[in-house]
């Protein structure tokens, strides 16, 4: 591989490494993250087995953070439409999270934004402070574990990337 070949790797990893990253912001990081391998295997300076396992990674990845969200959750009575006000609960506080400390805030906005987006509709459905409450904690308990999980998942598939990258050096 020639130098500069090299250079664009190294940058690629680096890209792949903050898409991850934004996992962190309730972003889908991983997803773009697969594009980094994909680009490599499609070019021909990777193998595609590289590519699968990264994408293999990154769908556990996915699955692990739905899951860990929605079954925690259930174990507490969340309702179906109180997961989806997490998630949108999740978004909107990443966003406005996003505008404190030069995007830093984005990280507990997503996890307070899950919260705030269980607790409220719990609240205004069944009017009772403590089941919300009980209810918001859990969304956010599983969405933290789920996150948590999915930024591990995503920093193998950098790992397994640049295995894949370096093998051609």
């Given at each position: 591989?020639s130098p500069e070949l090299e250079l664009i790797a190294l940058v690629s990893i680096g890209l792949q490494t903050v898409f ?150």
């Open positions: 591989m991850v990253l934004l996992n962190l912001l309730g972003l889908p990081g991983n997803i773009a993250a697969l594009l980094i391998p994909l680009f490599w295997a499609a070019s021909g300076h990777m193998q595609w087995n590289v590519f699968y396992t990264v994408l293999v990674l990154i769908t556990v990845g996915e699955a692990v953070e739905l899951a860990a969200s929605y079954f925690v959750g259930k174990k507490y009575g969340v309702s179906n439409m109180s997961f989806f006000a997490s998630v949108i609960g999740s978004l909107i506080g990443g966003l406005f999270g996003a505008g404190i400390l030069l995007g830093i805030g984005a990280v507990p906005g997503t996890f307070l934004g899950a919260f705030l987006g269980t607790y409220l509709y719990e609240y205004f459905k069944f009017s009772d402070h403590r089941t919300a409450l009980k209810r918001g904690i859990a969304t956010f308990t599983g969405r933290f574990i789920g996150t948590a999980m999915k930024v591990v998942l995503g920093f193998m598939a950098v790992f397994e990337t640049w295995k894949g990258l370096t093998a051609g050096f």
